[in-house]
């Protein structure tokens, strides 16, 4: 399932000067129409953390499509998204774990 990649820890994170944490930090993430899995795999592949999305595939009591998404952080990070579509309900769990991510990097 997984490579023997261990996962990064916050601290870690925190004190990265990688490029894409760096601007992880300073990035707004209101940005209409931005490619959230792609800016998380990036960031993930940046790090030495892995991405994977866990589609459910019971629909949301609204009828949407439902994933979770799990990083190798130590611990381990889950996210959950939704949308209309299964691509849309990823682009939505790559947003909340980079929204997470931005939260634990700015903690001291």
Known sequence: MHSARIGITWATLRNSAGEKITRLKSTSLSTPNSNYCQLL????????FEVEYLDIEELSASSLHQCLVQLT??????????????????AH?????????????RRA
């Open 73 to 90: 952080t130590q611990p381990v990070t889950v996210c959950h998204g939704q949308g209309h579509t299964r691509d849309e309900a990823h």
């Open 93 to 105: 769990a790559a947003h909340n774990a980079l929204q997470y991510l931005k939260l634990m990097v």
């Open 41 to 48: 795999q990036e960031l993930a592949e940046e790090q030495n």
